[in-house]
């Protein structure tokens, strides 16, 4: 007879009490399969210290990244989600926001902040995947509109990193009416001459590419992420047909045209900081004679 025997065929572990691996010392890259200590890592801004995989990172590592001594001020701090439509899955609405803000110990998936890189002004509005994978709901429009506003007001410029799955399904029609309200605001941005710069991070799909994401002076990204509007397995599936490698990383929409370029990002801050001197002259900075289009409308 066998020293051991297993009574039960399969895993019979339930899914909550599996055990993490600990956020310890070391870091095994996903891609190379190099092993760090967590410092180096972390060092490292979360990168491969070997093949440079940018793991995702969410708005308080980008705050911690760009601004100034990590100082900054946060806008509309509080902004909480509703639930417009009595929505239930799994589980209610309300109680799935009220699950995930105590899990991750955020409000909704985007935050937004302003301060100084380098030195120069400049409006963050981050997004954060942790929060229900970082789904656009009308939180997320409404703080990234009020950030464009703010940047309007204050003549900053502005900067988006977005980190989406897409618009949140529990808000449905009210999440895309998101699309049309920040592009909207964008529109103002832009006629107000203040630049916009887009950076696409790991994963940027659905709705939010399909607005403001793909709207910026600049449309920039982290190398590899994952960019497109539907995903891979859903476009394989409705074409019945294997797709090209690489499709929808980083660099396969960069040789297609749609991004200007791909940041490393160690070099995020010193590119961003540059980019910005560039197309901030002087007299961009000055206030506009008021809109004429507007007046006569009004
Ligand atoms: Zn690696």
Aim: glycine share 8%; net charge positive.
């Amino acid at each position: 007879m066998p020293w051991f025997k297993r009574a039960d065929k399969g895993i019979q572990t339930p899914t909550e009490q599996k055990k993490e691996t600990p956020d310890g010392l070391w870091y095994k890259c996903p891609s190379c399969k190099t092993v760090t200590s967590m410092a180096e890592h972390r060092k490292n801004l979360n990168t491969c210290v070997q093949c440079g995989h940018h793991d995702r990172i969410g708005s308080k590592e980008y705050f911690a990244i760009l601004f100034d001594d990590n100082e900054f001020t946060e806008l509309d701090e509080n902004l909480t989600s509703g639930d417009p439509l009595n929505f239930v899955d799994s589980k209610p609405y309300p109680q799935r926001i009220a699950a995930t803000q105590k899990a991750t110990g955020l409000k909704d998936a985007v935050r937004t902040a302003y301060g100084k890189i380098n030195g120069q002004n400049l409006t963050i509005a981050c997004m954060d995947f942790a929060f229900i994978g970082g789904s656009m709901g009308s939180v997320v429009g409404e703080k990234i509109a009020r950030a464009i506003d703010h940047a309007r007001k204050t003549r900053t410029p502005f900067l988006m990193i977005s980190k989406s799955g897409g618009a949140r399904m529990m808000e449905a029609g009210f999440s895309l009416m998101q699309m049309a309200k920040t592009s909207a605001k964008l529109a103002l941005l832009s006629e107000e001459k203040l630049p916009y710069i887009s950076l696409l991070t790991d994963p940027t799909t659905g709705g939010v590419t399909a607005s403001y994401a793909m709207l910026g002076d600049f449309n920039i990204a982290e190398p590899g992420a994952l960019i497109g509007f539907a995903g891979p397995r859903v476009i394989k599936e409705t074409i019945g047909k294997d797709l090209p490698k690489g499709f929808q990383s980083a660099e396969f929409v960069l040789e297609h045209g749609f991004l200007d370029f791909i940041i490393d990002r160690k070099q995020l801050k010193a590119r961003l900081s540059e980019l910005l001197s560039m197309v901030l002259l002087p007299e961009d900075v000055t206030v506009p004679a008021k809109n004429k289009k507007a007046e006569k409308a009004s």
